[in-house]
Nanobody, 126 residues
Framework: QVQLVESGGELVQAGGSLRLSCANS????????MGWFRQTPGKEREFVGG????????YYADSVKGRFTISRDNAKNTLYLQMNSLKLEDTAVYTC???????????????????WGQGTQVTVAA
């Protein structure tokens, strides 16, 4: 099974950088396409970025293109989100998710993901 645990969220100054990690305690991590989502109170969960099961393809929301980079290390069962040039509007709870569909696709919709972590809080301050 897939059990996802995020870490790395913290208070950071605008313009700074932060790297989030998503660790899987299971043994099937490499089978899944992975994604990062974020959510703030009163708003719908938003797709941030996704990566195919082998890491060969990535896709990003327009709001983070050029600033965020998603990557994975299947040998370590870990997904990463490198966030640079952080803005106030990046403040949110960031959650990683796994899609069993795998393959070379990067899924961008919530409905394609089955397993979810609990999230880690990222707060960007001026």
């Amino acid at each position: 099974q897939v059990q996802l645990v995020e870490s790395g969220g913290e208070l950071v100054q605008a313009g700074g950088s932060l790297r989030l990690s998503c660790a899987n305690s299971g043994r099937t991590f490499s089978r899944y396409s992975m994604g990062w989502f974020r959510q703030t109170p009163g708003k719908e969960r938003e797709f941030v970025g996704g990566i195919s099961s082998t890491g060969g393809r990535t896709y990003y929301a327009d709001s983070v293109k050029g600033r965020f980079t998603i990557s994975r290390d299947n040998a370590k069962n870990t997904l990463y989100l490198q966030m640079n040039s952080l803005k106030l509007e990046d403040t949110a709870v960031y959650t990683c998710a796994a899609s069993p569909n795998g393959g070379t696709y990067v899924w961008t919709t919530i409905g394609e993901y089955v397993y979810w972590g609990q999230g880690t809080q990222v707060t960007v301050a001026a």
